[in-house]
């Protein structure tokens, strides 16, 4: 759906050019608000890479790349996910709910509660593709909707019926240190969740690249009627399209649950905008998945340089969130200097 | 009672109503306008700003209005002239929206979360003391200008679509465009300028949510607005009478939601109300067309 058409060569030069056009929009902008760019840009690169910055980039990169390629699974095949955040909120929420109420031994309550993460997020947003496939209600708008809901249903269920009532925070108890992703591997800098990342990441490029479903999805994306007439059956497709799309989203809310804050608090899963960010890096990256893993690197360092720019500078690091809609709206504004006329 | 009732839904529903206004111009005219929460939260923080600035409620809104119209210029350009995907466009919009007035909130008024000010004020109401408890006629009183131009936009809309040539050739626009531009009619010009519109439209919706009954400016306060006036316009089938009726709809489920919240119910699952209602009444009115294709 989005410029797939073009060859490799041109959309390299479609995305550079959009990120040097955003990179100059967003000056202005720093610029009208009486700040200098330069220092900014500088800050914000220097903070991506260096001291603590690469080790930060690279724990950003783990759910953001998941996000990301939940995102591009459904763009390639023509699906706009824009449920990402409440497949995730629910896939955490199973994940939590399992590691801390499953009576069974750690590393098995761990593995569980991964794959009740993928089940509840994929559940989630195959609901979603239901509803559109049998009442026309389209996928983009029911995934959001149900957003909203799984909001507001994980932010009450956590703020009473789960709540940990010895912190003053609307959250749930802490998962065992049994049940929890190992933060290093061997004493190495690798975390579990990084690995499952990783395997994931290799899956979806391999089967993209060469699997039969992955070439599916990806004329389906182009041309629904002709993978329709090519004998695919586009019904289950959407439906199964989405149930991974929504299955990926759940695994990172399970990974950051189990991985790094150890228990659902209200809010903390949706604050850094994994979802969004996500969808933007899918987008930059037209729905490839190489190129989505490494724009979501990207965006990730974006954000890790913003942080220490507004440590650095006192301005508001959701610049970098600005940064990354004005890259989104240039690239989608290229047909001006690549259309023939 | 029943007419503060009546009085909050009908304040409630008017952000929702001008932009499900914007965006079935827009998609009349063939452009699927996803940005509409977007621009409605660049409305709100213009209005404020400029409220801030100036101190005068007419400059804020006319300002939202100007202002909203430029931001939706991306999707003017991009969907409309150079054959862009309004959806990238418009998710694109929305997170502009959203990182740019969170970040011009920090940048020039130093504040994060929610911006109040002395100079802030509300849009004046319509008051006429002795008809105010009348049933009914007390609830329609008492609004500011911004409500009375949303209930008279929903009459224009239908004449200019329905009763015109104009309108007529905007819906042969969205409909076939190939047909309209055969006819003689400029295709991409007429789209840029109801997306402008649309834009300005939205302005004003921001402008009833930021001054409309609170006067002040808070991260995000869409809060989602802008897509359940997406769903309006899908559940009113374009058409002003049936959005509004939609609107209404959703105005009362706010508004119910708000009581109950009073009355000790977790706001949390007030919050979902709109939504789920919204949701349910697409599915209601999706199983009804299927039920009319199987007949």
Known sequence: ?????????????????????????GGLVVGLTGANPISVYLEIAKGAVL????????ARSVPLVGMALAAAIALRAGLVNLGGDGQMLIGGLAAALVALYLPVPGVARAVLA?????????????????????????????????????????????????????TGMPETYRVASGARLPAHILDLPVSMAMVIMAVVAVVIVVNDRSGVNGFEWRMTGLNARFAQYSGVDLSRQTQRVAFLSGALAGLVGAL??????????DGALLAPGYTWSGLMAAVLAMASPIATIVTSVFFAALQVGGFSMERALGLPAVLTWVLQALIILCLAARPIFFRKR | MLNMLLSQVLDLMTPVLLAAMAGALCGRAGVF???????????????????????????????????TAIFASPLALGGARLGGDPIVIGIGLNLLASGLTTYLLGAIFGVTGTLVDPAVTALPKLVVPVLADVPVLGAILGHNALVYLSWLLIFVFNIYLFRTPWGLRLRGIGEVPSAAAAMGANVSRYQTAVVIVAGGLCGLAGAQLALGSVALFAENMTAGRGWIAVVAVMLGRAHPLGIALA????GLADAVGLRLQGQGLPNQITDIAPYAITLLAMIGLGLRSMKKRSV
């Open chain 2, 247 to 250: 609107c209404l709809g959703f």
């Open chain 1, 256 to 265: 950051l649950i189990l991985g790094q804050q150890y228990r659902f608090t």
């Open chain 1, 114 to 166: 991964l794959a009740a993460a993928i089940c509840a997020g994929g559940l989630y947003a195959w609901l979603a593709a239901i509803l559109q496939l049998s009442l026309g209600i389209p996928f983009l708008i029911a995934s959001l909707l149900f957003s909203y809901i799984a909001r507001g249903l994980t932010s009450y269920l956590v703020r009473y019926p789960l709540r940990d009532p010895s």
């Open chain 2, 33 to 67: 306008n996803i940005a509409l929460e977007g621009k409605m939260l660049v409305g709100a923080f213009v209005a404020v700003a400029t409220s801030i600035a100036f101190g005068s409620p007419v400059l804020a809104v006319v300002s939202a209005v100007l202002c």
């Open chain 1, 1 to 25: 759906m989005i410029a797939a058409a073009l060859d490799t060569k041109s959309r390299l030069a479609a995305i550079l050019f959009s990120i040097v056009a955003a990179v100059v929009l």
């Open chain 1, 51 to 58: 001291g603590r910055g690469l080790d930060e980039t690279l």
